[in-house]
């Protein structure tokens, strides 16, 4: 499996996330960035996938720098 956290108090709202993939990112109420299905710990979203690709085609494209991929 492969962990993927997005810290919402880095995100600068680019979209660049939801442009690659609005099925798996959308923004929030407060216009920061989120990924659907994540479980939330205080401002920081957490996810586990098999497939980590599109996450980190996410991770390389956020201007903000706040999605991190760490595989096990």
């Not at 960035?33 to 996938?49: F, N, W």
């Amino acid at each position: 499996m492969v962990e993927i956290v997005l810290e919402r108090d880095d995100c600068t709202s680019c979209g660049n996330c939801v442009e690659i993939d609005e099925t798996l990112f959308t923004f929030d109420s407060d216009d920061k960035a989120t990924m659907v299905g994540a479980q939330r710990d205080d401002d920081m979203d957490e996810l586990e996938v098999e497939d980590a690709s599109i996450y980190q085609q996410a991770a390389d494209a956020c201007s903000g720098e706040c999605i991190e991929v760490y595989d096990d």
